[in-house]
């Protein structure tokens, strides 16, 4: 199914605002969701997951919301901070399966004071 | 915990020779370690699934015979570049899945960047 949620390849807020960032997910099997930040010349840093038995789920100034429907994920960011500033990717795979994590295109956000 | 490291975190080599990434959990057993390609301003890409005592998956499109890889033990697996050219130039990444953990997050390294000239 087509998803839903325009994925931009570069967002750019004020210090403060909060962030949205969104991905499509490719496979329907998929169980297991994770969101990274990369920061330039480093590996990614896991920020949350989500199994697909759930739709919400919420850490530190973080949420992230999945529509299995529409294979959509979202990355929600509160009070945005420079120390924010990233390129995030989200990632899926079949959890059991012990598969490689397959990861989406990423948002490069941009947080100015 | 879950600590994964990669050496050397960058390398410049000569077009035509040969280059080892190591990638190692130091902290925890990894059955399975995957290794990733990066090109600039772009999606990490899996090369290849790197499995201890077995030979590895690649991905299609990814030359086996070029992207040598090695997991000889639960804590480390190794990717060779031979013969590299200056289009392999870029940012490989590896990540490790805990033994003992029959699911959940990967651990990935921190990278190791790699310029041919």
């Known amino acids: 199914g087509e998803s839903v949620g325009l994925h931009l390849p570069t967002l750019s807020v004020q210090e403060g605002d909060n962030s949205i960032i969104n991905c499509a997910y490719s496979?329907?099997?998929?169980?297991?969701f994770i969101w990274y930040k990369q920061e330039s010349g480093k590996g990614p840093q896991f920020i949350i997951d989500?199994?697909?038995?759930?739709d919400k789920r919420q850490g530190q100034r973080v949420t992230v919301l999945l529509n299995k429907t529409v294979k959509h994920l979202s990355l929600q960011i509160a009070a945005t901070q420079p120390g924010d500033s990233a390129v995030y990717f989200c990632?899926?795979?079949?959890?059991?399966?012990?598969?490689?994590?397959?990861f989406g295109k990423g948002t490069t956000l941009s947080v100015s004071s | 915990g879950a600590v994964v490291s990669q050496h050397p975190s960058r390398v410049i080599c000569k077009s035509g020779t040969s280059v080892k990434i190591e990638c190692r959990s130091l902290?925890?057993?990894?059955?399975?370690m995957f290794w990733y390609r990066q090109f600039p301003k772009q999606s990490l890409m899996l090369m290849a699934t790197?499995?201890?005592?077995?030979?590895?998956?690649?991905e299609q499109g990814v030359e086996k015979d070029k992207f040598l890889i090695n997991h000889a033990s639960l804590t480390l697996s190794t990717l060779t570049v031979t013969s590299a050219h200056p289009e392999d130039s870029s940012f490989y990444i590896c990540?490790?899945?805990?033994?003992?953990?029959?699911?959940?997050?990967?651990?990935f390294g921190p990278g190791t960047r790699l310029t041919v000239t």
């Open positions: 990540s490790a899945r805990d033994h003992y953990r029959t699911g959940g997050e990967q651990y």
């Open positions: 496979n329907s099997a998929s169980d297991y």
């Open positions: 989500i199994r697909s038995n759930m």
């Open positions: 990632a899926e795979n079949i959890d059991q399966a012990g598969t490689a994590l397959i």
């Open positions: 902290d925890f057993q990894a059955t399975t």
């Open positions: 790197s499995n201890e005592g077995s030979k590895a998956t690649y």
